[in-house]
């Protein structure tokens, strides 16, 4: 299984580009990323997932580099309400033990 | 549509006593996964059913804690003499297929050991 390592915690302000790295060095060839938000007092919810390049949707774009050792979730101009906690997955299709890890912790500060 | 339904949204036992807690998946997904969170960290994986079928238990604490699907529907995690440690939330989630699918989450049980 891909170990990931995230920062325990992010600071920031509203209007501010937030990005979280993800760290995967042992990622295998058909591993996915995948990366969710948790408000408190809630499950998880899916945010993105990509396997190379770039993917975007309405709500964050995720960069994957050639070597796939690592990810960063791009969040364009958070808002208070993107205070939560994100975490980064990496899998592959078949069945797996999911890690979520200890995710990052971001605040958004006014 | 309807998502993961978990019940009860909260349970409050006494040590050594048995609960139940149920998860209803959303309808037609085959994989289904539970997981625990404590206070302020991060979820701990359980166990995964694919159907009815939980190929690796290893992820389940101890011989107290056990889990079952029925139907490719409903399952129930069962955690028998509870202990102090055992309070957190458990969540459930499932997806459509295993791994790279979504993961839709329920609510979570909140689950207080006396």
């Known amino acids: 299984l891909a170990k990931t390592t995230q920062p325990i915690s992010m600071d920031s302000y509203e209007g501010q580009e937030v990005n979280i790295t993800c760290s995967h060095n042992?990622?295998?060839?058909?591993?996915?990323i995948t990366w969710y938000q948790q408000f408190p007092s809630q499950g998880p919810r899916f945010i993105i997932q990509?396997?190379?390049t770039k993917v975007t949707n309405e709500v964050a774009s995720l960069f994957i580099p050639a070597d796939r050792k690592s990810s960063t979730l791009s969040l364009p101009r958070v808002s208070l309400s993107d205070t939560a906690v994100y975490y980064c997955?990496?899998?592959?299709?078949?069945?797996?033990?999911?890690?979520f890890g200890a995710g990052t912790r971001l605040f958004v500060k006014a | 549509g309807a998502g993961v339904s978990q019940s009860p949204s909260n349970k409050v036992t006494e040590k050594g006593k048995d609960v139940e807690l149920r998860c209803d998946p959303i309808?037609?997904?085959?994989?289904l996964y539970w997981y625990r969170q404590r206070l302020g960290q991060g979820l701990e994986f359980l166990i995964y059913?694919?159907?009815?079928?939980?190929?690796?238990k290893s992820g389940l604490p101890s011989d107290r804690f056990s889990a079952e699907r029925t139907g490719e529907s409903v399952s129930t995690l069962t955690i028998q003499r509870t202990q102090q440690e055992d309070s957190a939330v458990y969540l459930c989630?499932?997806?459509?297929?295993?791994?790279?699918?979504?993961?839709?989450f329920g609510p979570g049980t909140r689950l207080t050991v006396l």
């Open positions: 989630a499932s997806s459509l297929a295993l791994s790279t699918d979504t993961q839709y």
């Open positions: 042992n990622i295998a060839t058909n591993d996915y």
């Open positions: 990509g396997y190379k």
């Open positions: 997955l990496v899998g592959a299709p078949g069945g797996f033990k999911t890690i």
């Open positions: 309808s037609g997904h085959t994989a």
């Open positions: 059913f694919q159907g009815n079928s939980a190929p690796d």
